[in-house]
């Protein structure tokens, strides 16, 4: 059963997740595609890339992401984890992705990835979610199309508030 | 004042039935007290002593009388009859049951009120000048600013989860009644040399358990960069604020732990890499809100009222209140009317859904339909003529309304604490009260002149006591309620924390130690000094000699 | 010796525990007098948390022939707020709440009221 969600062009629907997350002390598989915990990036990723597999990487909400500058037009996905409810750094690290550095490959929120946050998670530009609460993609687009007005500029496409009165 | 358009009020209709889903599946047992909590204290539910209660934000203060009428309007029918007015000119409900919250929500969307950034760990209500758009030492109207930010901060997707809540202060005057720099982002609009409008911003003020006075980190930011600016000092905060420990995860902290230098060193490299023309406000935005607060049509009117000095002259009552609860307005013929929400007895910030609906009523004939909550849980009508002064008294003294006693001794600000709050250990109401009746002669009250007295009952301070000239912060020793007395604090332009006076005292030992600190003051002041003034001259001793001269 | 307390979920009353589930009064209390009993009676409101929410035990004495709560912030639950005498529990009025506020010294008092020590 599939266990992803993605979004794309407004459209929330189950995906098959055919990366491999890698923990701290797991061995890499001999093949398919990984993600790879951002400590053991730099190191073994090359090696994985020259074999023609894809490789992305996972970050906790106090990794930085400055760190993956040299790295962005290698990387498939860079999963980015909510340790907690309360804990709010991925979605930094998600602005600054899109934002600073341009990133237009998959952001996916991994850890506790609830309903309630998943607007915000799309407005800072994530496009895939491992939802931990048992939401189906329905669930999940009705959650982020619920505001039909956003107030300020941030990773998505939409129009703030200040824009829309101007039309 | 700003009138929330159709895109507003759709963020409202859009919210409370977010809000009515959740508490659906909370009520069927389809997610937790755990899932829920998070999701309700987001909509300022809380669940406190004696039942639960909602918070319902008054953004900077400013509520029209339709607003004020809402609010009494759910107090009698929701609630008790009654509201609580915050240091963070918030309005609670104490006796709220959640099956009701919904439909609350409801009732106040249709008049533009709301729960939203009244807890959580995001951008909370923002605290502004209570007296904006009526004082004569502004330079600009703190709540066109105040407005900006709070559209941008409103649901912002990066700032809702920030590792402690945020609080924001905005004044354009030089004597600060925002309490400014115990903000963890103060705002102070300025003209420079050239005229040109811009904020000093303090950055890592706040109270709590570790007190700082905010520093500033920038002397004048051009006006109109406000957003893109504020954006990374958060930013920053976001990414490396503590978030290990809930007691050091405020911007203070932070700002201390780095210093005000390497601070600002950060948050103008993040600034630098914003693109700030995408997040500064453009300028037809920014006119479209200044013009909600244009200038008011205020009469042409002489400076003095002939029919108010007459009815001054013959009415003692009117003749104090106007000594104590009138500022001077900027129209000449115009007086600012503070409404003492510390009658001798009450309860620091109640208001009955009675007194609500009077001043909405004389908000709507007597102060051009304006109404402000102040910090100190008063209430004031910004706008009233000097000829109606004397009819607006008398309405004021029939509901128990006229108490003339601003920033005087008994115009004390007190949490809820102990009586209310499920984290506080020691009562603040009573308190105030017992001292109040200590200070029942208002000629007395007036010798003594400004001192503000400022009780919290736990060290989260909701009660501003290390700001108060007399700071009172309520502890429990072995389930009994003492209490720590500081002094010399202010949150005023001329900010400072309140130096500890000794040790706890006891309960029934409160009042007591302040009335000899009170008269300690009087014995040693020298001309027309304030209390403040006085301490700060002559220091701790002779107060700490005069509480403990006679303790065992 | 432990009563429980909770909230009611639906309307964030007071309640105390007793044979199973929530009572309005305090003098309708259950006492739990050891620390099996206490945790039993603690994981069975638990499992009700559609009923009721953030229960907890606190400590209860025997004070003037009647059992109190020993915090004071316990008998501000069981009666109500000091500065509104017709708030909360103590508006029922009656007997037994005439008796516990007389014996944690009345409504609006000082703290230091005979004062309990927690054991």
């Known amino acids: 059963m ?17 990366f491999v997350m890698v923990g701290l002390e797991d061995s890499v598989p001999l093949s398919g595609k990984v993600i790879l915990p951002l400590s ?3 190191a073994e990723a090359p090696a994985i890339l020259a074999q023609g597999r894809k490789v992305g990487v996972r970050l906790e909400g106090a990794d930085e992401v400055e760190a993956l500058a040299p790295f962005l037009a290698d990387l498939s996905v860079i999963a980015l984890e909510f340790s907690k409810f309360r804990d709010g750094r991925s979605f930094s690290s998600a602005r600054l992705l899109r934002e600073r550095f341009g ?3 998959e952001i996916r929120a991994v850890g506790e990835v609830l309903r309630e946050l998943a607007a915000f998670m799309m407005r800072c530009g994530f496009d895939a979610f491992e939802p931990t609460d048992g939401s189906t993609p329905e669930e999940w687009a009705a959650t982020v199309h619920r505001y039909r007005h956003v107030y300020q500029r941030a990773a998505d496409s939409r129009a703030p508030a200040f824009v829309e009165r101007e039309a | 004042m700003y009138l929330y358009d159709e895109i507003d009020r759709d963020m409202l209709a859009d919210r409370a039935s977010e809000f009515r889903g959740q508490v659906a599946r909370r009520l069927s047992g389809e997610i937790t007290e755990d899932q829920f909590k998070p999701l309700r204290l987001m909509n300022g539910l809380y669940l406190q002593l004696h039942a639960y209660m909602l918070r319902v934000s008054v953004p900077y203060g400013s509520l029209s009388p339709v607003q004020l009428r809402a609010l009494a309007a759910v107090s009698r029918k929701y609630d008790k009859g009654y509201g609580h007015f915050t240091t963070r000119t918030n309005i609670q409900f104490h006796w709220i049951k959640l099956k009701d919250t919904p439909d609350i929500l409801d009732e106040l969307a249709t008049v533009g009120l709301h729960a939203i950034q009244t807890s959580g760990n995001c951008i909370r209500n923002i605290t502004a000048d209570p007296y904006a758009g009526a004082t004569a030492d502004e330079v600009d109207d703190p709540r066109v ?3 900006v930010l709070r559209q941008w901060s409103t649901f912002h997707p990066e700032f809702s989860f920030l590792p402690r809540k945020f609080k924001f202060a905005v004044t354009a005057s030089p004597k600060d009644r925002t309490a400014a720099k115990a903000h963890d982002i103060g705002l102070v609009l300025r003209r420079n040399r050239d005229g040109v409008l811009g904020f000093e911003v303090m950055v890592g003020g706040g109270m709590g358990r570790t007190p700082h006075i905010a520093s500033t980190i920038r002397e004048h930011l051009p006006a109109d960069h406000l957003l893109s600016y504020v954006e990374a000092v958060l930013r920053v905060y976001n990414r490396h604020g503590r978030r290990d420990n809930m007691y050091k995860a405020r911007i203070k902290i932070l700002v201390a732990s780095l210093g005000i230098d390497e601070f600002r060193r950060q948050v103008d490299a ?3 890499l914003i693109e700030q023309g995408e997040i500064d406000l453009p300028p037809s935005e920014l006119a479209r809100i200044r013009a909600a607060f244009a200038p008011l049509n205020f009469e042409s009117l002489p400076a003095i009222s002939p029919t108010f000095e007459a009815e001054r002259a013959n009415n003692p009552a009117l003749a104090r209140f106007a000594r104590n609860n009138l500022r001077p307005h900027k129209q000449p013929g115009y007086a600012i009317v503070e409404v003492s929400l510390k009658a001798p ?10 007194q ?29 003529k000097l000829d109606d002064l004397p009819a607006v008294h008398a309405a004021l003294a029939a509901a128990k309304l006229a108490t003339p006693n601003i920033d005087l001794v008994t115009d004390i600000i007190a949490c809820p604490g102990l009586d209310y709050c499920a984290l506080a250990n020691a009562r603040a109401i009573s308190v105030a009260q017992d001292i109040g009746e200590k200070f029942t002669s208002p000629d007395k009250a007036e010798l003594i002149g400004e001192l503000k007295i400022k009780i ?8 501003h006591h290390h700001v108060g000239h007399i700071g009172i912060l309520g502890v429990d020793k072995k389930g009994e309620e003492f209490y720590q007395l500081t002094l010399g604090g202010s949150g005023a332009e001329d900010a400072s924390l309140g130096e500890m006076l000794g040790p706890a005292l006891a309960y029934d030992r409160v009042a007591g130690a302040v009335e000899t600190l009170v008269d300690t003051y009087l014995s040693v002041r020298v001309g027309d000094e304030r209390f403040l003034d006085t301490f700060r001259r002559v220091g701790v001793a002779p107060f700490k000699e005069a509480v403990y001269a006679d303790a065992h | 010796m432990k009563a429980l307390s909770a909230n009611r979920l639906i309307d964030g009353d007071v309640v105390f525990w007793s044979n199973g589930s929530g009572v309005d009064q305090f003098s309708k209390a259950e006492l739990f007098y050891d620390s099996a009993a206490q945790d039993a009676a603690l994981e069975q409101a638990k499992s009700q948390f559609t009923t009721v929410v953030e229960p907890y035990l606190f400590d209860v004495a025997k004070q003037g022939g009647i059992f109190v709560p020993v915090s004071y912030r316990e008998r501000l639950r069981a009666l109500g707020p000091t500065n509104e005498p017709t708030h909360g529990k103590q508006a029922q009025g009656g007997h037994e709440i005439a008796a516990l506020a007389k014996a944690v010294g009345g409504g609006h008092t000082s703290g230091r009221i005979d004062l309990l020590r927690k054991n």
């Open chain 2, 456 to 463: 919290s009952g736990c060290i989260n301070a909701c009660g």
């Open chain 1, 2 to 18: 599939p266990t992803l969600i993605k979004l794309a062009g407004g459209t929330a629907a189950w995906a098959d997740d055919d």
């Open chain 2, 356 to 384: 609500m609906e009077l001043i909405a009523d004389l908000g709507e004939r007597y102060s051009l339909g304006d109404v402000r909550v102040t910090h100190a849980q008063n209430l004031v009508l910004p706008h009233v």
């Open chain 2, 345 to 354: 007895g009450a309860t620091p910030g109640d208001a009955t859904a009675e």
């Open chain 2, 145 to 147: 600013w105040s407005e």
């Open chain 1, 103 to 105: 990133y237009r490959g």
């Open chain 2, 270 to 272: 993040v600034w630098a």
């Open chain 1, 40 to 42: 053991r990036y730099a």
